[in-house]
């Protein structure tokens, strides 16, 4: 009988809990043009295995989701990307579009070589109420990407700008939701005190 890899392991506990830790789509574009004729945009594409809702002290609908790629054979193709989505009070009815501003987006994409943060800038979150505690929902961000040292990268290490598009659907878990959007926040992209800043207004 063989034993189960660290990657074989890890991919079972995906699909077991891939119902009840949510999924989601992220892509990412680069909105940089250094050149009069650039090449074809390419587009950076993740599948979150986690997606958690929950509303926050401040009666906040936050969203986080976590896409883990795991390498059997090399740790430097290992790789987490966190994304934190505070968006305003939670849908009354069955959805509510809300506007983005620069405090709604938090992201951190960490890998053995190199680590990015991603903070916001404005755009559109969608949000819809689901049967069995979840919300779906849909999302078109532009978003400032901040690079760190690196000797090899993914994305470019000028900072620039991104839109960051895709869809969500969420399962209602503070504590593990909280976990994400906490580590995105770390080493000093914790979001403003909401109580000495003026609410969000929902686009719709």
């Known amino acids: 009988m063989t034993t189960p890899t660290r990657f074989t392991m890890a991919g079972l506990l995906l699909v077991l809990h891939a119902g009840c830790a949510g999924s989601a789509r992220m892509n990412f574009v680069s909105l940089n043009h ?3 004729d650039p090449p074809a945009p390419v587009v950076h594409r993740f599948h979150p295995q986690q997606c958690y809702w ?8 936050n969203v986080a989701m976590q896409f883990d790629q795991f390498s059997p054979f090399n740790k ?4 987490t990307l966190r994304l934190s989505l505070v968006l305003d009070a939670p849908p009354a ?9 620069p405090d709604t987006l938090r992201g951190r994409l960490a890998t053995s070589l190199d680590q990015h943060r991603f903070s916001g800038l ?10 069995n505690d979840r919300l779906s929902g849909s999302y ?5 990407h901040h690079p760190g040292l690196s000797l090899f990268s993914l994305f470019p290490q000028q900072p620039g700008l991104l839109l960051l598009f895709g869809t969500f659907d ?8 909280a976990a994400i959007r906490a580590d995105c926040e770390t080493n000093g992209w914790s979001r403003p005190d909401p109580t000495t800043q003026p609410s969000a207004q929902s686009a719709r």
Do not use: K
Request: glycine content about 12%.
């Open 34 to 36: 250094a050149a009069i």
């Open 140 to 144: 078109r961000l532009w978003v400032r």
């Open 93 to 101: 009815g069955s959805g509510r579009n809300y506007a983005a501003g």
């Open 170 to 177: 969420a399962v209602h878990d503070p504590q593990r939701g």
């Open 122 to 131: 404005t755009g559109i979150v969608a949000v819809t109420r689901r049967d």
């Open 54 to 61: 929950w509303t926050d002290n401040h009666s906040r609908l």
């Open 76 to 79: 430097l193709g290992e790789m």
